[in-house]
């Protein structure tokens, strides 16, 4: 459940920087990108559509650019949580060393994406 809500509130928060931030929107100028959170437990997954100077956000599986997939929900909760407090801004790489995660398509969109969410 908290790993849902906190898919959907940074979903929430992009939306609010593009709305918001014209840097933000400066950024996604012309990109167009799909990231996808999932589990391999795929109950919970969510896709940002990113789309010249737009974000759209849904539920569910979808054809991504790049996928970042959790072993559990519970892990992609504490990850996660842990990059958006900023208090571990190494928690991301440190998981993918451990194999607690594993990104799967593009890795630069990664740098991207982590790059993208000092706007938010």
Known sequence: M?????????????????????AMREYLDGVQKTIQFTS??????????????????AAGLTEADMTIRFVTP???FSILWAMARGRDKNAFMRAIQEQTVRVEGDPMLLLWFQKSMKYL
């Open 40 to 57: 391999d437990q795929p109950v919970v997954s969510r896709y940002l559509r990113f789309e010249s100077q737009a974000l759209a956000s």
């Open 2 to 22: 908290k790993y849902r809500l906190l898919l959907w509130l940074i979903s929430l928060a992009y939306r609010r920087a593009v709305r918001r931030n014209a």
């Open 74 to 76: 519970a892990e992609g």
